[in-house]
Nanobody
């Protein structure tokens, strides 16, 4: 199975940018479709973005389209989320997740999360 560790979170002013990384270990990341999720205080965890194992299929939740970009480097076993034009509503703990490539089921593997705080 794969282990996932996020990094790159922090405090940023509205309009700023951050790039999150998710390092995979234990098994090559190219076996997995990957995604980013987030959970704000008092809210349920929500989907942010997803990318297929080979990177040919990408999707975003509407609220981040045009501002966030998901990408992956399978050679480095690393998933990324470039976040631009950040808003206070983007404040949340961000999690990366993985599921077996081509699976239509739930994500099976999760990182511990990284905090993103956007100040107004």
């Amino acid at each position: 199975q794969v282990q996932l560790v996020e990094s790159g979170g922090g405090l940023v002013q509205a309009g700023g940018s951050l790039r999150l990384s998710c390092a995979a270990s234990g098994r090559a990341m190219n076996y997995y479709d990957m995604g980013w999720f987030r959970q704000a205080p008092g809210k349920e965890r929500e989907f942010v973005a997803a990318i297929s194992w080979i990177g040919t299929s990408i999707g975003y939740t509407d609220s981040v389209k045009g501002r966030f970009t998901i990408s992956r480097d399978n050679a480095k076993n690393t998933l990324y989320l470039q976040m631009n034009s950040l808003k206070p509503d983007d404040t949340a703990v961000y999690y990366c997740a993985g599921k077996w490539r081509g699976s239509s089921g739930e994500y099976d593997y999760w990182g511990q999360g990284t905090q993103v705080t956007v100040s107004s």
